[in-house]
C-alpha cells in the first residue's frame, strides 16, 4: 500500500482497523509550530461515530498519543511544539468486536474493498473490520490535516466542510429525513460534501502534475467511499458555453498590491484554480461520497471457500450515512495538501 | 512548476507554446520494449488540430524525435526498441504565431492561466501562446501515455476514451451542432469525456493515496480544462441508495483462477475500483473538460499596465471545443498512471 | 528533517532520545511476509548498550511494539506475518536520564549536532540526549533493516560487517585494548566498518543516481559519526593504475546461466558494483566512523547565553567506541538499500 | 535506471554516449534566474577533452541548446532568463566512432559496466561508446550542476574542486609526470578529488536521510569512475582519539548573528557539517577516483558469444587520467545537491 502523501509537508498513515493502533507520522511541520491538542481533539471528535442518534453506536475515543516530534506541554496549556522531527500520533484501537467480522471473513461485502483486499493481499491481509481499508483510517488523516489546518489558520486559510447533498436532497432538514429513512430500512445513503478553501494567496500550486487540482484530488481520493470530485463549475460547467463560464476579470478598489494582484474574478466557475495554479478566488471542489456500502438489507455475495452464492445481510454497527462523519477528514485532505503547496511555492516552487 | 509523475514509470513534460521544443523524458521503460512509432504517430496525430473541419486550422506536424533511450531502428520496420536508459522525445514547435499573443501580453484571458502565471512567475514568465499551461503541452503527453498504451495493450489492457456529452448534448451529431453553432456565435462549448480501461487484473493500485483513482486523477487534472472527475457512478451514485449502488457479487462459470479471481460484479458502479484497488471490472470514469476559454465573443478584463477595465475579444485560431483533441490525452494520462501502478504491482507493492 | 529513506521498501525513523518513543514506518513489506521477532530482537540487541563491559552502561530495552501492518502470532511461535499495511514498530524510551543533559542545555559539545541543531531548530528544538541525532535513531533503523535482512537472507543474500580498524588497530585484540585505554583516560576512538554483501544476482542497482554506491552511500551515512564510505578498493584503488585495479574477467565452469551470467572477475576491486549494478560478486563496502564524540576530557566550547569560552567535561554515559554498536546499524542501512533495488529491478527497474 | 536526482530543484540525465544526443531536464528553477550562458559554457568546456596534450583527443563540442524553460537572450548580452517551466538542455552527440567499440559488442571491458549492462539490459542495451555508463553522461550534468552553481555564487556559495592526488603523487609536477608515464606504457592512473564548499550558511541539511553528506555522496557516485568519499577528516580521523578529532568551538569577534551563528570551529574535522547538518565552516569532501578502466594493455575478459577466454587491448581515444576533467563534475554534482538542500531549507525543511 502506499499511504503517504506530500512533498515538504509528507505524512504516512497506517494501521489497520483491528491492529492495535493506528496512527500517521509526519515530516515538515517545522520546528516551533504550536499544536493546539484542544483544538486538535475538538476537530477529531468531529469524525468520531456516536455523537449523532443516527450515526454509529461505536465508541471510539480517538485520543492520540504524541510520541515523536513535540516537546512537552510547559505550562500545561494544553498546547505542544514541533520541534523540528517527524511527529507520530498513535492512537489505539479500542472496542473492537471482531466477532461482528466473523462471518465476513470469507464473504466480500459488495461495494467495500473486501474482495480486492483478498485478491492482493490473499490469507496474509488483515480483513477484520475492513483492515486498512476501514474508515478507521480517516482518524489519523484527520490528526495530520487537523495539525495543517491550524497552521493555515494561522496563516489567514480557512478549510471548511458542508453537506450540500445527502440521499438527493439538499435541504437540511429532508436530508437528515432521507438518513433516518433508509436507516429505518437498514438501507444507505450517499451524498456531496463542498469543501471551500479561504485565504489561499494567489499563485500556489505545481502544475502540470502537482496543481491545486491534481494534489487535492489525490488526498480526497484517500477518503474512502470518495468517488469523484470536480471543482468550481464542475461537471455543470461543462455543459455550458466558454461565454457563460469564463469568470470575467475586474480590477478590486484600493492600492495594496500591483495591479494583477489586485485583479479577481467577478463569479467563480473556476472554482479558485486556473491553469493548477490558485488565483485568490476561494478554492471550492465538491466530491461524492458514496453510500454506505454496508447494510442490512440483503445482497448477492459469494462464499470464496465454496464458491457458493450467498444472501449477505451485513451486521454490526453501521452509519447509515457517513457524510457528516467524512467533513472533517475531507478538509483534513485538503489542507494536508494545500499547505504542502503553499510550502513549496515559499521555495520557488519545484 | 511540477511537470513529473509516476513512481516508476516516471515522466517529466517540458516546453512551452512558442519555446523552440517540447518534449518528454521518460524513466522506467524496461530495456527491449519495441515502440511501434508509425502506432505513435497516428496516436499523437488525434490530438493535432486541423483534421476537423470545426477545430482549430493550425498545423502542428508533432513528429517527435527520439534522441535518447533506443536502439535505432534496424529493419526500417518503423519499430524500435528502448535500451533501458531514460527516452526522450523532442517535438519541434512550428508556426508559430506570436504576433496572435502580442496583445495579449499585458491582458489576461479570462479562463486561462494568463493571470495566474503572471503573478507566479512574474515578468520572467513565457506567456505566449499560454506557454508552459498550453494544451500544446499534451503533445508530449502523448507521447509517454502512448508508450505506455502499447505496452498495456500487448499484455491485453485496452483504454478508450469517447465524449459522452458536448454542450450538454448526448446525440453524437447534435453533439456536432452543438460545436458548430458555438463556432458560429464566436463561443465555445464544453463537455464530458468517458474513458474506459480493459484488462487490468484485479488487485492493481497502492491505496491509501496511490490507489487508481488517487493516481488517475492526478494524471487527468493534468490536462488543461479538465475540471472534474467521477468513478463509476460518481456523482450520480452520490444520490443513491447503498442497495442501488452496491454492486452484487456473482461468480464466474469456469475453472481458470482461485475463486476470489472468478468472483465479477453484476454491475458496475463501482468504476472497476473498490478501496483503490482493481476490481477486474472495467475501469470507467468520466472527465468534466469546461469549454474552451478562448473565445471570439467580447469578455471583461483588466490591463495588468494600467488597471483600465478592457473588452477582450481573442483573436487567434481556436477550437470551439476541445474535447476531441483531449481524448487522447485522457487515455495518455490512464495509461501512463495504470502501466506504473501495474509496475509497482508487480513488485509486491509498495 | 527528512526521516525517510526508499522508493519501493520505503521507510520513516522517527523519535528523539528522550522522547516518549522512537520507532518506524515501513511501506513496501509484502503481504505474507514473515517476520521472526526472536531473531529480530536477537539482532537488535547486538546494537545495546551495556552487553560489552567496556561499553555505555545504560539498560535500554529496545523491544518494538508493532502496532500495525502484521497479523498476530497465531501458533506463538514468535514469528508474525506482514498484512501488507504499512508496519509501524514502537520502542519505548525508558531509563532516560534527562539530569545528565541538563548542564548541555546551553553549551554545544564539540563534534555533536548540538550547535546546528540549536541553529536550525532554534529554542523550539529537543536537544536532550541528542533529540532526533542521537545514536539511539539506529534502533528504528535496526527494525527496518532487521525486517529487511531477514526478506533477503529467505533469497540468498546475507549481509555481515565487522570492524577492520578500531583506534588505528587492525588486530583484533590490539582493537580492545585500544578502546581500554581511550575509556581509562576518558577519551573515546573510532574505526572502520567492513560490511560484505554475498548473494545479489548481477545487474541490481538503479544508475545513475541510484545505483548501488548511490543508495548504499546515502543510507550508511545517516548513522550518526560515519563520515565516510568506500567501495571496492576505494581511496587505495585511487592510487593504482589500471592494470592493477581492473578485475580480469574470467568464465565459470559449469552450465547454469547464460556465459554473461557465468563470468565472473578474478579479484574484487569493483567492490561487487560496476556502473551501480551488482556484478555478481560480493559487494564490499567500508565505513569511516568517527571517534565518540562525547568525551570526559575537558574541551572547548562556549555558552549561548553569555558567549562566554567554556571548557567542558562531558558527564554522562558514552562508549569509549561505538563500532561495536554501530555494527548492525550498517548492515541494516545495506540491507534497506539492497532490498528495496532489488524489488525495483524485479519491476525491470525505473 | 534512475537518472533522476533532487527534491525541490530535481534534474534528469538522459541519453548515451551515441544517441543523437545527450541532455538534461531540470525542474525547480525560479521564475526569473538568470543563467549566463557564456560562464556556463565555460563552465562546461572544463570537461571537455582535447584541452590537455595528454587527455583523450576526441571532439565534443559540448554545446547545449535551450529547447525550453527559459526566455530568449533579448539583449544579446548571452544571459538568458529562466521562465519557472522546466529547462532542458539538449547536447548533440557529434564526432561518434562506434567503430572503435565494434569489437567490444561482444567482449566486456575490465573495471567497466559493459557486463553487468550486457546483464541487466540483455541484447536491446546500448553498448557502443558506453552507452549510459559513459563520462558522457556527465556534460549534462555539468549543465544542471552549472546552473546551480551560478545561482549559489549569487548568493555567496562558492564550489571548487581541485586533485590532490593522482598516481599514488601529491605535487601537481609529480601528477602531470605519474599520467605521463602511464600513458606511455597504455596504462591509466587514478587520484582523489578535494571539494570545498564556501559561504553555505549553518543550519542546512534535511538529516537523517537527506543530509549533506547524504545527499553529497548520492550525487558524486553518480559520476562513473567515483568508489570513495569522505568528509572532514573521513577515514585519517577514524584511527583519531575523540579529543584530537572533536573540533573546538570558539565564539567569532562581532555582534553579527546571535551567539550561536557567530560560534565556528578552530579546526574542521567534521568537514563543515555536524549531524548532517552544515556547521558554517567550509563544506569539505575528498572523492576517490578510479583510474581509468580503459587501457592499452592486455588485459583478460571473455567472449560472450564464445566463452572462450580473450586476451583485450583497449583500442579507441581515452584519457590516461580522468581526474582533471571529473572536477567540474564533482563541482556540478555538490552544487545540485547543496543548491537543492539550501531550497528545503527555505521551506522550513521536509
Redesign the interface.
Known sequence: ?????G??F?Y?????SH?????V?I??I????PIDLARLQAFLDRRRPGRDPLSSPRREEDVP???????KDAGGSGTV????????A?IRNTDVRSSDYEELRDI?R????D????????????RAGG???SGR?TAPLCVAGGIALQILERQGVHISARPV?I??ETDPEKMRGAVAA?AAEG??????IECVVEGVP??V???????L???I???V??I?A??????????A???????????????QPGTGAD?????R??SN???GA???????MPIVF?A????????A?E????D????E?VRLRVKGRHDPCIVPRALPAVEAAAAGAVYDLI??R?????
Not at 1 to 5: D, F, T
Not at 30 to 33: C, D, E, L, R, S
Not at 288 to 295: D, L, N
Open positions: 500500500m502506499s499511504n503517504s502523501i512533498t515538504v509528507r504516512t498513515v497506517w494501521g489497520q491492529s492495535p493502533a493506528v496512527g507520522t515530516e515538515g517545522p520546528a516551533g509550530t498519543e504524541f510520541v515523536s516530534g513535540i516537546t511544539t514541533a520541534c523540528g522531527a517527524p511527529v507520530t498513535v466480500p459488495p461495494g467495500h474493498a474482495l480486492t483486499a483478498m485478491i492482493r493481499y490473499g490469507g496474509a491481509g488483515d483492515g486498512a481499508f483510517m447533498r440521499g438527493g433508509a438501507d444507505s445513503v450517499g451524498g456531496v494567489a499563485g500550486g505545481e502544475p502540470m502534475f502537482d496543481g487540482e491534481n494534489r484530488a489525490q488526498a481520493f484517500g474512502p470518495v468517488k469523484g470530485i470536480e471543482f468550481g463549475s464542475g461537471f460547467g461543462a455543459d455550458r458555453k466558454g461565454s457563460e463560464n469564463n469568470d470575467p476579470f475586474v480590477l495591479i494583477p494582484g489586485r485583479i474574478t467577478v466557475n473556476h472554482g486556473l491553469g493548477g495554479l490558485s488565483s485568490g465538491r461524492a461520497v458514496k453510500p454506505t456500502p454496508s447494510i438489507k445482497q448477492d455475495s459469494v470464496i471457500r465454496t464458491g452464492a510550502r513549496l515559499e521555495t520557488g516552487g519545484i
